[in-house]
């Protein structure tokens, strides 16, 4: 699965949690501090995981070969 498309999958499913999130607050004095903090917290899983996916995907530096040297 080297493509791209994981990314957006992924993306649309944090926005459906996050929309969840939203509407299933119960109301209350603490309501937009719990709100803000679970789609806060959504939100920074979710640019971790992209993060680390796509740099294994398309990573920057390719791994090298010495030579003569044996493990």
């Not at 939203?22 to 789609?39: A, D, E, N, V, Y």
């Not at 806060?40 to 791994?63: D, G, K």
């Amino acid at each position: 699965m080297a493509s791209v498309l994981p990314v957006f999958l992924v993306l649309a499913i944090v926005a459906g949690l996050m929309t969840l999130a939203w509407f299933s607050t119960r109301k209350g004095p603490h309501q937009t501090l719990i709100r803000t903090s679970i789609m806060l917290a959504l939100a920074c899983c979710y640019l971790m995981w992209m993060v680390t996916y796509l740099s294994q995907l398309h990573p920057l530096e390719r791994p090298r070969k010495i030579a003569g040297a044996h493990h």
